[in-house]
């Protein structure tokens, strides 16, 4: 999704905002054969409490780092319990030349309800956002 008064330049970071999840690897997989073309900094940006669960963080990048083979992959935690108000922050830095996320589909009522984080983004960001279903059948390798 890119906004239509969006200015394009080189894309040389990009933050994907992850819950950590295992499944988030496959993702990363394809988005670091995105960022390749450019050689981007991909940061993994992690928005949770303080006393988040530390086993989540060393699985996940134990995990990465033996099936992607991409030098220019960082983590960044950042301490928080509002996860939109953390994801808008990193659109309002300027930080990013991308963001991407991870659209996972709920149940009838929780989508009727709820809207998703991504939902959210789609509507309120500036930066140009790649959307990554899940799950999907295959992901996209550039």
Same mark, same amino acid.
């Given at each position: 999704i890119v906004r239509y008064q969006h200015h394009f330049k080189k894309i040389k970071h990009i933050a994907f905002a992850t819950d950590l999840s295992l499944t988030d690897i496959d993702v990363l997989q394809s988005l670091a054969s995105f960022a390749k073309f450019t050689d981007a900094q991909i940061t993994l940006v992690h928005i949770g409490p303080k006393n988040s $669960?530390?086993? !989540?963080?060393? !699985?996940?990048m134990t995990a990465m780092s033996g099936k992607i083979n991409y030098p220019h992959i960082y983590y960044r935690k950042? =301490?928080?319990? $509002? =996860?939109?108000?953390?994801?808008?922050?990193?659109d309002e830095n300027n930080t990013y030349d991308l963001l991407v996320m991870v659209h996972r589909y709920k149940g009838f009522w929780e989508e009727l309800f709820n809207q998703s984080n991504t939902q959210k983004m789609a509507t309120q960001i500036s930066l140009p956002l790649l959307v990554y279903p899940f799950p999907t059948q295959s992901l996209p390798v550039f």
């Open positions: $669960h530390e086993a !989540n963080v060393k !699985n996940f950042m =301490v928080s319990t $509002h =996860v939109m108000e953390e994801i808008t922050g990193l």
